[in-house]
């Protein structure tokens, strides 16, 4: 094992569509509860793909700080400063409590797409007998845009808020990878831990994939068609997927040194043991096996440990038929039958939050030694061979692993290791 200061996460924090705060979370994967659903935060109904993963009863007025905030955040930004908020009150951080000047924020985030109303009216600004006139945008279509309507769109922002409020003065930065962000995100933390350059680090990842431009490109995409049945439409690794499902949400993990964690006197959830990432994109597009594999592997050699440590995977599976069949020659290759579960099978595909609340759910299933179902597995596709988790099981073993990847290429992977 490697004598580097070791990483402990501390605390963390969820607002997910099967709940916001880890309880009501957990709650909802031990009990194989969706959250897919029919589409609510704006009219779908002339969109082929009606249904995803929302958050619901949010109410950003609860969580977020100071409330004029809001004016200039987006729903990712509120989503993320919520989730945030929830892990830093449970590992005991609250303004002027930490050293600022020790303290940072790495953050993973999506492009933050605005919602139509927030531009219709500048676009109406430039119509020429219902042409749109591009020489009419700079001059006219400012006139109807909120003078500080960017702030609510950089994905920069929820890293900023959150070390605003809470006085994070040190390292500050934001990883905009689509999916394996947060896990970059996670992975950058740890190191400016280990390079000694902070003693805390609040990481994490927030999406949001179903908005109204979003949906749109959605549905042009390998995305689940199953409008009748939105709880059953996303099956990672089943023979009967049809595609992904999309939604939305963030979550958050307070990073200390194990000396820093002992020091302020406060419980160890988990150790961040090592992190892998690696690329390659296949000539008909998506991540390669051989990617996939290395980051598995780099995960494992940076946390000192072999495949037999691993009592559970939190796969990407992206529901899929390529992607899964990939994902899963990976996992077999380099881990045999491991358990293999898929939080996503809950809630969708979250962007730049998926890898992170599936890092929560990793952390919560080693305190609680077990390992949760996916859900919607019925009938094994032959062409992935891995040992899915269709019904709660124990978790006997000190790791686990949770892996994500991108349509581009990018493969990452975290590896946990349980408190004792």
């Known amino acids: 094992m490697s004598t580097r200061e070791q990483v402990v996460v501390t605390g963390i924090g969820v607002v997910s569509p099967i709940g916001i705060g880890v309880d009501g979370f957990w709650e909802s994967l031990t009990s194989a509860r969706s959250g897919v659903r029919t589409l609510s935060l704006f009219d779908p109904s002339l969109l082929p793909v009606r249904f995803g993963g929302e ?29 945030a908020d929830q892990a830093l009150i449970q590992a005991k951080i609250e303004p002027g409590t930490v050293d600022g000047e020790r303290f940072g924020v790495v953050f993973g985030s999506d492009l ?20 749109f006139d591009f020489g009419r945008w700079g001059a006219e279509s400012q006139r109807e845009i909120y003078p500080l309507w960017m702030l609510k769109h950089l994905p920069n922002m929820p890293a900023c808020h959150i070390g605003i409020y809470f006085d994070a003065r ?11 962000s947060s896990i970059s995100a996670a992975a950058e933390a740890a190191r400016v831990i280990e390079r000694g350059l902070a003693d805390v680090m609040l990481t994490g ?4 994939r179903v908005k109204p431009t979003q949906m749109v490109r959605n549905a042009v995409a390998e995305a689940s068609r199953q409008n009748d049945d939105p709880a059953g439409a996303a ?50 597009g998506g991540v390669t096996q051989q990617a996939v594999e290395n980051s598995i592997l780099a995960a494992l050699r940076d946390a000192g440990l072999t495949p ?26 380099t881990l045999g039958d491991v358990p293999v579960t898929v939080p996503k099978s809950y809630f969708g595909n979250l ?8 890092f929560v759910a990793a952390v919560l299933a080693l305190q609680h030694r077990q390992i949760p179902p996916t859900l919607n ?44």
């Open 55 to 83: 958050v619901v009863d949010f109410e950003a007025k609860k969580y977020v700080r100071p409330r004029k905030s809001l004016k200039v955040m987006s729903r990712d930004i509120q989503l993320a400063f919520s989730a």
């Open 112 to 131: 933050i797409q605005p919602d139509p109303e927030e531009t219709a009216s500048a676009y109406r600004a430039c119509l020429t007998d219902a042409d």
């Open 170 to 180: 040190g390292p500050n930065n934001t990883i905009t990878l689509g999916e394996v």
């Open 205 to 208: 990842g927030t999406g949001t």
């Open 235 to 284: 099956r990672p690794f089943d023979v009967e997927r049809d595609g992904e499902v999309f939604g939305e949400g963030a979550a958050s993990a307070v990073l200390e040194s194990r000396t820093a964690a002992q020091r302020r006197g406060v419980p160890i959830l988990a150790c961040c043991a090592g992190f892998g990432n690696a690329f390659g994109r296949s000539a008909d």
């Open 308 to 333: 037999s440590d691993v009592g559970a995977v939190f796969a990407f599976g992206r529901s899929t038929r390529a992607a899964d069949q990939v994902e899963a020659a990976a996992i077999r290759a």
């Open 351 to 358: 962007g730049s939050g998926g890898a992170a609340v599936d």
């Open 377 to 420: 597995y019925r009938s094994p596709d032959p062409t992935c061979p891995v040992n899915v988790v269709a019904r709660t099981q124990p978790l006997d073993k000190p790791a686990a692993l949770v892996l994500a990847q991108t349509p581009m290429g990018q493969a990452a992977a975290v590896c946990l290791t349980a408190t004792s």
